[in-house]
């Protein structure tokens, strides 16, 4: 990734970055307990720092996804406020899935420096094959820092002609991405018609 210009400070490790959130984190402590949610001054922080993006490929403002680094912020963040390293762990997933998609697919997703993710990886939609796409519903009960999110990572279980209608043997399960300006709250996520991008 691109060093970070901090004051004085230039930041060349992802690491470096977390302990710059890391003081912000202990100050708000209350806030994010009383309002059970991240602290807006932390999230600002977080983003700041890229750390939502730390799986991504560094042409895409990433930290490229550097396993002992990452486990690094998480350890650091978590001394500081458990709930900052969960929502940077959930982004990582979010945005280390996406790797997976083709160019101009995670060119659209994860072009946007200011974006934050959002991932579930319980199998709690269906996305019917339509022409041209899918068809994707569902209500995904856990998805960690969803009043936060620009994209979601959601896990559906594909039906096609023939394919298994239930969770078992053989069933094609995929992840697809989806942009949702409407935030529909923490614990509780619902998706009508909707259009997103899978994983290939």
Not at 30 to 40: G, L
Not at 54 to 68: F, S
Not at 150 to 172: H, K, M, Q, Y
Request: charged content about 20%; hydrophobic content about 35%; glycine content about 8%.
């Amino acid at each position: 990734m691109n060093d970070i210009p901090l004051g004085q400070t230039t930041i060349t490790l992802p690491s470096d970055a977390a302990h710059h959130v890391y003081e912000s984190a202990i100050l708000s402590r209350e806030d994010t307990e009383n309002d059970r949610k991240i602290a807006p001054d932390v999230v600002k922080k977080l983003a700041e720092q890229s750390l939502f993006r730390l799986g991504l490929p560094a042409y895409l403002g990433g930290w490229d996804g550097n396993p002992v680094e990452t486990l690094k912020v998480y350890e650091i963040l978590a001394s500081a406020e458990a709930s900052a390293a969960w929502i940077v762990w959930n982004n990582h997933l979010a945005c280390t899935f996406g790797r997976f998609l083709d160019e101009s697919s995670m060119h659209e997703i994860y072009s946007d420096p200011s974006h934050v993710y959002a991932n579930s990886a319980r199998p709690e939609g269906v996305a019917n094959t339509v022409d041209g796409g899918y068809l994707v519903s569902g209500q995904w009960t856990l998805v960690s820092g969803s009043e936060l999110a620009d994209w979601f990572v959601l896990r559906c279980l594909v039906i096609s002609e023939g394919s298994p209608t239930t969770l078992g043997p053989g069933a094609n399960l995929k992840l697809f991405f989806y942009s949702e300006k409407r935030r529909r709250g923490y614990r509780y996520l619902a998706c009508g018609r909707i259009k997103g991008y899978r994983q290939s």
